[in-house]
Nanobody, 115 residues
Framework: QVQLVESGGGLVQPGGSLRLSCVPSGIISHINTMGWYRQAPGKQRELVAG???????NYADSVKGRFTISRGNVKNQVYLEMNSLKPEDTAVYYC?????????WGQGTQVTVSS
């Protein structure tokens, strides 16, 4: 069973930056979508950034201009560069890979923005 391993979360001050990484533990074929989601306490999980196999991207309005999703040189790695972080960005962040067969989710990594 292939798992998605996330890393890069942590505690950062407002205005700071973090880079999240998502690396599959094995080979996943026919990936057509990649994305990062987040879930804050008491709120629903929401899409933060998405990336298609054709390199189209989409972002939540709240993170446009601050966050950047990208794929790695090694197949199926996905990253989320987060700049100018705000306290309202505090949440558990999950990566998701969607293939033509099924979707895969990471275990989540905590991002806390606080002074």
């Amino acid at each position: 069973q292939v798992q998605l391993v996330e890393s890069g979360g942590g505690l950062v001050q407002p205005g700071g930056s973090l880079r999240l990484s998502c690396v599959p533990s094995g080979i996943i074929s026919h990936i057509n979508t990649m994305g990062w989601y987040r879930q804050a306490p008491g709120k629903q999980r929401e899409l933060v950034a998405g990336l298609t196999s054709g390199d189209s991207t989409n972002y939540a309005d709240s993170v446009k201009g601050r966050f950047t999703i990208s794929r790695g040189n090694v197949k199926n790695q996905v990253y989320l560069e987060m700049n100018s972080l705000k306290p309202e960005d505090t949440a558990v962040y999950y990566c998701r890979l969607g293939s033509i067969y099924r979707e895969y989710w990471g275990q989540g990594t905590q991002v806390t923005v606080s002074s």
